[in-house]
């Protein structure tokens, strides 16, 4: 099962079909097609300040499970949080643009909705991660952030990670977001993205 299903299982995709007026099947695709980037931004994270520990840190000052509990909430969802996240894991405006544009060419979803999704999906992979790391209130991890995220986002970033290899239900993920095999996703993610700019 990828992270695609776990969040649509969870409710998140339905949520943010509704909250931005598209059909599920639609928020289900541009979900796919943008996780590789934010994937690839917690990645980064972990690799470039603190490792996990620095990640499972940044998750809480974030909002932690609030953050997935907020999109799946009845009322309109606080994209702001979202953008914050955004702001952390590509640090700026011009990735989120850029990783919105590669999805629109890859898909054919207008990129001002998949722009609009970004924030949201951010928010349910945070919110996730924080509730399955346990890193609720802890500011750091409870022993279970290193194993998922090192299932998500393939090993490889220090801290303790489990590999990809462990047989953990999200152990094909480090795949996905790596295509080329070399260990970095980002270069596989925003490779292409100086040409979309110009």
Same mark, same amino acid.
């Given at each position: 099962m ?12 339905? *949520?943010m ?5 598209v059909?599920?099947? %639609? ?6 097609? =943008?996780?590789?980037?934010?994937l ?22 974030l909002?932690?499970g609030? %953050? ?6 009845p ?7 979202g ?14 643009? *850029? ?13 001002g909705? =998949? ?6 999906l951010?928010? =349910?992979?945070?919110?996730? &991660? ?6 609720e ?8 952030l ?6 998500v986002?393939g ?10 290899s462990?047989g ?7 795949? =996905?977001?790596? &295509? ?17 700019r110009?």
């Amino acid at each position: 099962m990828n992270l695609t299903d776990i969040l649509s299982q969870a409710g998140g995709i339905e *949520s943010m079909a509704k909250e931005l007026g598209v059909p599920p099947a %639609l928020a289900k695709q541009g979900a796919e097609a =943008l996780l590789p980037a934010i994937l690839g931004g917690f990645k980064k994270q972990a690799q470039g300040g603190g490792g996990l520990e620095g990640l499972g840190g940044l998750l809480g000052q974030l909002g932690g499970g609030g %953050l997935l509990d907020a999109v799946l909430a009845p009322q309109a969802t606080p994209v702001e949080a979202g953008n914050d996240v955004l702001g952390q894991i590509f640090g700026s405006k011009d990735v989120s643009r *850029s990783v919105a544009g590669d999805a629109a060419a890859k898909t054919g979803i207008d990129a001002g909705t =998949l722009k609009k999704m970004l924030p949201i999906l951010a928010m =349910l992979v945070a919110g996730y &991660m924080a509730k399955q790391g346990g890193s609720e209130g802890t500011g750091g991890l409870a022993g279970g952030l290193g194993g998922l995220l090192g299932n998500v986002l393939g090993g490889a970033v220090g801290g303790g990670a489990a590999p990809a290899s462990d047989g953990g239900m999200l152990g094909g993920l480090g795949k =996905l977001i790596d &295509m080329d095999g070399d260990g970095n996703p980002l270069d596989d993610i925003l490779g292409g993205l100086g040409k979309l700019r110009g």
